[in-house]
């Protein structure tokens, strides 16, 4: 993914070094976009390894409204743990709010099943949107995100925040707002994991998957990631041939997925590169 290492070295030749929330300080630009062909094959990293069951668990998890890690450790991903108060609570982040927006009379609104639902029904509609961006239980900023979370809010903004499909031609495109990216880290898994949301869709809606396009707000890399060991390591590998992703039976909804059903067959990687978080 060529277009992957383009941005990256983007970042470097005309970011700004700011700080930023977590303490550790980025250098970011904004306003960016990459665009995916997903009948090209899988967009799935090859110039570092990833860890795919990751993705994907943590993609079932959202769609199943859970905000609690203990399906994540169950299934050995790790990567929510640093945000989770002592219970596993997150608040009400992606998977609540996709699943269960709550409404001023208590009600709640499944984003996810009127999506699927208008896709089928109202293909050319403009409203293919789900948002994860709920002002009322943004998290207060100047305490944890535990402390957060305790207190029924969420423990971090969404970063991934709003998506719109597009239907055209018997496609499925798919476009995500960004606003703020940890490009070394988080970046290829949000790619696979709208990547991997679009293909599961289109075989719900019986269509072909199209674009995915990925746009971005505040597009960063943190200090500590412009190493030689990490950044620059990253810049130096030639990117690979995409691998393709089967999905191997077609389940009765768009919540009845499982790890199984996935193969990604020809993902030829190079060596992963660890990096720390910031949390
Ligand atoms: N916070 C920050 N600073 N970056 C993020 O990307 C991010 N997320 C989610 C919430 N907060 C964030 C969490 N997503 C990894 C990847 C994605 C994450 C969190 C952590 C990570 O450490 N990946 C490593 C190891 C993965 C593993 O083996 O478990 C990697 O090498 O890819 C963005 O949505």
Not at 74 to 85: G, K
Not at 251 to 259: E, N
Request: with cysteine; net charge negative.
């Amino acid at each position: 993914m060529k277009q992957y290492l383009d941005l990256m070295q983007d970042i470097i030749d005309n970011g700004t070094d700011r700080g930023d929330r977590t303490g550790v300080g980025t250098r970011s630009v904004f306003g960016r976009q990459m665009r995916f062909d997903l009948s090209e094959g899988f967009p799935l990293l090859t110039t570092k390894k990833l860890y795919t069951r990751a993705i994907i668990h943590e993609l079932l998890w959202f769609l199943n409204g859970d905000t609690n890690i203990k399906y994540l450790q169950d299934n050995n991903v790790t990567i929510w743990d640093e945000w989770a108060t002592e219970e596993g609570d997150l608040g009400p982040v992606y998977g609540a709010q996709w699943r269960s927006w709550a409404c001023p009379d208590g009600s709640t609104v499944d984003q996810i099943a009127e999506l699927i639902e208008q896709i089928k029904t109202k293909p050319n509609s403009r409203r293919h949107i789900i948002t994860a961006w709920n002002p009322a239980d943004l998290p207060d900023e100047t305490i944890s995100p535990q402390a957060n979370a305790e207190q029924g809010k969420m423990a971090l903004a969404p970063c991934h925040c709003l998506f719109q499909f597009y239907v055209a031609d018997g496609k499925l495109s798919c476009q995500l707002y960004q606003r703020s990216a940890d490009y070394f880290l988080g970046v290829p898994f949000n790619i696979a994991s709208y990547a991997l949301f679009t293909h599961m869709i289109a075989q719900q809606c019986d269509l072909e998957v199209g674009d995915f396009v990925h746009t971005f707000g505040d597009v960063h890399l943190y200090h500590n990631h412009l190493t030689d060991d990490i950044v620059y390591e990253q810049l130096k590998r030639d990117p690979g041939n995409r691998p393709t992703l089967t999905i191997k039976r077609k389940p009765d909804s768009i919540f009845d997925y499982k790890l199984e059903d996935f193969e990604i067959e020809g993902y030829e990687a190079l060596p992963s590169i660890k990096a720390p978080i910031a949390v």
